[in-house]
């Protein structure tokens, strides 16, 4: 694949962006705040079809739609409904916002819990359709730059609807979302950071022309394009392996990514006041999510070289 | 689906052509041959591999067919050294720049003359060529050049002294830069020449790497009479003639150092299967598998990477910043890959061993390649300026202020 977007694929982004750009802003009550779901922006971008883009378009352009939802300060929930549940269960509709979450962590605080009408569960084998009664869920402080809820009481698995044999599937495209989401992410807080290291000066000259934090912007900036390509790809040839490599490219990166690009918005990067945490917390959030870099690795590993015997690289 | 995979499909005709081709005329036995070979031996089966594989044409597919090349399209090139790379085929290293720079070169700025003489002859398989860019004072800053050139009539007299030319000892010409204008600024005093090293005053020096072999000569100039025909280009215009020379190459030679990383993978995987004294192997090893992970996602973020590099080409674009952000990647990642094989290798991999002349640069011999890794972070422009390239050009971070 290359990544030349077609007409309609660009008309979508274009759409996307413009819808954002009305709405990037914080209200000044948030501004301090770790995460802010909009849930008039999340009827917007479901009213007007950006999160059926799967099923209209494919899942190239729903991952596009997630990436581009991603770089928003606003915390909005694409993935899950735009990405994951259309690709995971391809014959039936869910209702959204949609939450993720393996069967092994329901009594544990969920990304999106508060916002969702439908938790997809991870069963392993199976996969399990649960639909979520906001009264049952409890919200959970965090600073991980989503909104993250609880159940009061662990739901009964047995409850929801379950999809023989839909787990692998499941965990395919929640890779491929995460990976998305941590790209578009990392493209948010470096452009932020270009432009706050083009306009902060020091000793007279920008910050941004000092080649010690040129070249590391460089490497991060590389590394975040890099997953980006990675994540689309795995959109677009909807192969688990795929899906594998990108999630696990996006883990890769993640440690200097976010120390640098700390390090160089200087005091404000490590204050509220300054935007930035609402995307490196929610790529923390994201990492955590998929396992960790040692476990995404391992897993990798695991199903590369079974045995010792039969891998063939 | 994308335009590049579609027209690459299209060709798979030309791709099963290929293949078969390959199966068919690459000796079995060229590794066990090439492995500790004499250079001689080396040269000559270099020779042998160039004159074969311009019987199909696919050794110079790029050049036009007027000049005798495949006259191939550009994904029809792709599609080739996608199959060389995955053959394991040689690589015609020693052809490098009479198949690449030169072409890009003359094709461009030369003269009908200039063409008649050299393009030929070099398809024959006759003219190794090598490049006198570097100095010991100008590597990546090249405008800072001090070779001299003075004009003396109807030729050039050139003194000074060029650095790490890649297998000027077996080259006949030598695409070289020297400063014609010293009172001009940097990069508007510098000519363009053809230099025939057998002109008197020419001597070469090899320069011995630390990974024991010569492949890099120094060449030392003094009072060499160049003939004004042999100016390639406008006198004191060398600068722009040489970015046609450094941007002629499209993203093909990286696209066949990226295929033939995904295919030196496997040695990487049947190294670390390989029982250690202990009994262990390598592979059972977390840390191991982990750092293994790490090389072979990386390797895939590298095609992407220079997937849409051709891509852009494809669609007729500039290269803008794609060609540095690629050979940073790929370098770092060679680097992290052989390194890996050293590791996995363990005491063994200390060990001097016979090199494979013309391979990959993921040979198994891991020692060498990692060292020869670190070449790959140097040459071509360092890391370092490639990554001022992208700040600058790619990001627009603010310019570093020029020295006074």
Sequence with gaps: MDFHLSEDQQALVDAVQAILRDHADLPQAERLSYAWHDPALQALLAENGFLDAARSMGPLEAALVAFETARSLRSIEAMGSGLVAPMALPDRMVEGPVALAAERDLGRAIRNLTVARTLLVDCGEDSIVLPVDPGAVEQVASILGYPYGRFARAPDPASGQRIAGGGALLRQWWRTGIATEIAGAARAAIDFTIDHVTQRQVFGRAVGSFQAVQHRLVQRHGHARSTCYLAMRAAWSARAGDADIAVCHALLGIQPLLFDLHQFNGGMGVTTEHSLHFWTYRIRALQAEAGGLAGAALDIADRRWPAVEGANG | ?404
């Design chain 2, 1 to 404: 689906m994308s335009t590049i995979l579609a027209e690459l499909q299209a060709l798979d005709p030309f791709r099963a052509e290929v293949r078969d081709w390959l199966a068919r005329n690459l000796p079995a036995d060229w590794r066990a041959r090439m492995t500790g070979a004499a250079e001689e031996d080396h040269v000559a089966f270099q020779k042998f591999w160039f004159r074969k594989l311009m019987e199909p044409g696919y050794a110079a597919p790029h050049w036009p067919r007027e000049w005798g090349g495949g006259g191939l399209s550009f994904a029809e090139q792709i599609v080739l050294y996608e199959e060389i790379a995955r053959a394991g085929a040689p690589r015609l290293i020693l052809y490098f720049i009479a198949l690449h720079h030169v072409p890009g070169t003359l094709l461009h700025w030369g003269t009908e003359e200039q063409r008649r003489r050299h393009l030929p002859a070099i398809l024959a398989g006759d003219e190794i060529w090598c490049q006198g860019f570097s100095e010991p004072g100008a590597g990546s800053d090249l405008a800072s050049l001090r070779t001299r050139a003075e004009r003396r009539g109807d030729h050039f007299v050139v003194n000074g002294q060029k650095t790490w030319s890649s297998n000027a000892h077996l080259a006949r010409y030598c695409l070289l830069l020297a400063r014609t204008d010293p009172a001009a600024a940097k990069t508007k005093g510098i000519s363009y020449f053809i230099l025939d090293l057998r002109t008197p005053g020419v001597s070469l020096r090899p320069i011995r790497q630390m990974t024991g072999a010569s492949h890099f000569n120094e060449i030392f100039l003094d009072d060499v009479v160049i003939p004004a025909e042999n100016l390639i280009g406008p006198e004191h215009g060398g600068w722009a003639v040489a970015q046609s020379t450094l941007s002629s190459e499209r993203g093909l030679s990286v696209l066949e150092l990226a295929e033939r990383m995904r295919e030196g993978f496997k040695l990487l995987t049947a190294a670390a299967r390989a029982p250690s004294p202990a009994g262990r192997m390598p592979i059972e090893d977390d840390e191991i598998r982990r750092r293994m992970v790490d090389v072979r996602l990386r390797i895939e973020a590298l095609r992407l990477l220079v997937n849409n590099q051709l891509s852009g080409v494809l669609r007729g674009e500039a290269a803008g910043v794609e060609p540095s952000i690629i050979k940073l990647y790929y370098s770092e990642l060679l680097r992290d890959f052989t390194e890996l094989g050293v590791a996995i290798g363990g005491i063994e991999a200390q060990y001097l061993e016979a090199v494979l002349m013309g391979g990959a640069n993921e040979t198994g011999y891991w020692m060498q390649d990692y060292l020869y890794s670190w070449a790959w972070t140097i040459s071509g422009g360092s890391s370092e300026i490639q990554r001022t390239i992208i700040a600058e050009r790619g990001l627009k971070l603010p310019r570093e202020p020029r020295a006074a």
